[in-house]
């Protein structure tokens, strides 16, 4: 897989790639993330990607120009194309595994008040990580990046990625460690007594309540 990620603040970007899960896959070569300032295609002598709006407006909007220069020289032909923005398909963990199954994926990071309308005309889908205003799509690019990556072979060992959260729309089981017994507050009895048959019925019954306690909140 590999990732395409089209910003004005790259090195939020690769700050995040530089620890843990998605940086072994990095080395490893299982995925490759490219980041592009795109300031680098405005053709304003100042660099400038963002001019007022038409009709009068508090903020600042993207300009076509740089983002759609940039998007022309580096897609490809198996590249799919997300605008991160508020009014983007909500990030589910179906649609997670949809993007998982791409070859390439370019991310394009907003600022400001948004985008010029246009912009949209040159991308496969609009995404939204949340009904939360941010500001910026280094973050969303970020959690798009992090949880696509997991789907993909290799990148996570096949055994934590059995029962993950959300698998056949359920929430995880819950998880315990050492010691057996924490102030007071004792691990279940029904994980130590090596009955595997009952191990996985009490999960499958733990998954159902927390996710019924999620839905009802």
Same mark, same amino acid.
């Given at each position: 897989?590999?990732?395409?990620?089209?910003?004005?603040?790259?090195?939020?970007?690769?700050?995040?790639?530089?620890?843990?899960?998605?940086?072994?896959?990095?080395?490893?070569?299982?995925?490759?993330?490219?980041?592009?300032?795109?300031?680098?295609?405005? #053709?304003?002598?100042?660099?400038? %990607? &963002?001019?007022?709006?038409?009709? =009068? *407006?508090?903020?600042?909007?993207?300009?076509?120009? !740089?983002?759609?220069?940039?998007?022309?020289?580096?897609?490809?032909?198996?590249?799919?194309?997300?605008?991160?923005?508020?009014?983007?398909?909500?990030?589910?963990?179906?649609?997670?595994?949809?993007?998982?199954?791409?070859?390439?994926?370019?991310?394009?990071?907003?600022?400001?008040?948004?985008?010029? #309308?246009?912009?949209?005309?040159? %991308? &496969?889908?609009?995404?939204?990580? =949340? *009904?939360?205003?941010?500001?910026?799509?280094?973050? !969303?690019?970020?959690?798009?990046?992090?949880?696509?990556?997991?789907?993909?072979?290799?990148?996570?060992?096949?055994?934590?990625?059995?029962?993950?959260?959300?698998?056949?729309?359920?929430?995880?089981?819950?998880?315990?460690?050492?010691?057996?017994?924490?102030?007071?507050?004792?691990?279940?009895?029904?994980?130590?007594?090596?009955?595997?048959?009952?191990?996985?019925?009490?999960?499958?019954?733990?998954?159902?309540?927390?996710?019924?306690?999620?839905?009802?909140?």
């Amino acid at each position: 897989m590999k990732f395409k990620i089209l910003t004005i603040f790259p090195e939020v970007i690769s700050n995040f790639l530089n620890f843990s899960i998605l940086k072994k896959a990095i080395d490893k070569k299982i995925i490759s993330v490219e980041i592009y300032d795109f300031r680098n295609w405005s #053709e304003n002598k100042h660099r400038k %990607v &963002d001019d007022y709006s038409y009709g =009068g *407006d508090g903020g600042m909007v993207l300009m076509c120009q !740089p983002i759609i220069s940039c998007l022309k020289e580096i897609t490809e032909e198996e590249d799919y194309t997300i605008l991160l923005t508020p009014q983007g398909k909500r990030l589910e963990q179906k649609k997670v595994k949809t993007l998982g199954t791409k070859s390439g994926i370019i991310l394009i990071c907003g600022h400001y008040e948004g985008f010029d #309308e246009r912009i949209r005309e040159y %991308v &496969d889908e609009e995404v939204s990580t =949340g *009904d939360y205003i941010l500001t910026g799509g280094e973050l !969303p690019a970020a959690i798009v990046c992090d949880s696509v990556s997991r789907t993909i072979n290799g990148v996570i060992n096949d055994q934590s990625l059995k029962n993950e959260s959300f698998d056949n729309n359920l929430l995880d089981f819950p998880v315990y460690t050492k010691p057996r017994v924490f102030e007071g507050k004792h691990v279940p009895e029904v994980l130590l007594n090596g009955n595997h048959a009952e191990i996985k019925k009490w999960r499958e019954a733990k998954r159902k309540e927390k996710s019924k306690k999620l839905l009802n909140k």
